[in-house]
C-alpha cells in the first residue's frame, strides 16, 4: 500500500516562498505518476502539478511560472516549490500517486493514493 505523507506547510506573505514535501512509501517497484492537489474552502480540489516517471511535468495555468515540481528518487519524496505566493494560493494541498506513466488529466478521480494534506495560508 502506497503512502504518503505531506510536509512544510504554513502561513507566509503575498509574495513569499513555501516548499512543500510529499514522502511517499511503499512501492512496489511500478512507475508512478504524481501530482499536486489544492483545495480551498468551498471550492472543489484542484490540480497544480504533476510529473511522471520521467520527470515530464505540467502544470495549472494559474501557477505556470511561480511554482515547480520536482523529486528525489533517492529520498522517495516530491516536492512543491511554491513562490510569489499570493492570497488566491491559500487552502490545504496534498500529495496524490497514481500507479503508471501517465494520466488523462490533472483530475482527483485519476489518482488513487493520497496524503493527509499540508495547511499552506498566504496573507496580503
Known amino acids: 500500500q502506497v503512502q504518503l505523507v505531506e510536509s512544510g506547510g504554513g502561513s507566509v506573505q503575498a509574495g513569499g516562498s513555501l516548499r512543500l514535501s510529499c514522502v511517499v512509501s511503499?512501492?512496489?517497484?511500478?512507475?508512478?505518476?504524481m501530482g499536486w492537489f489544492r483545495q480551498a474552502p468551498g471550492k472543489e480540489r484542484e490540480g497544480v502539478a504533476g510529473?511522471?516517471?520521467?520527470?515530464?511535468?505540467t502544470y495549472a495555468n494559474s501557477v505556470k511560472g511561480r511554482f515547480a515540481i520536482s523529486k528525489d528518487n533517492a529520498k522517495n519524496t516530491l516536492y512543491l516549490q511554491m513562490n510569489s505566493l499570493r492570497a488566491e494560493d491559500t487552502a490545504m494541498y496534498y500529495c496524490?500517486?497514481?500507479?503508471?506513466?501517465?494520466?488523462?488529466?490533472?483530475?482527483?478521480?485519476?489518482?488513487?493514493?493520497w496524503g493527509q494534506g499540508t495547511q499552506v495560508t498566504v496573507s496580503s
Open positions: 510529473m511522471d516517471s520521467d520527470g515530464s511535468q
Open positions: 496524490a500517486a497514481q500507479p503508471g506513466d501517465v494520466v488523462p488529466l490533472l483530475r482527483e478521480e485519476y489518482f488513487s493514493y
Open positions: 511503499g512501492y512496489t517497484g511500478r512507475s508512478y505518476y
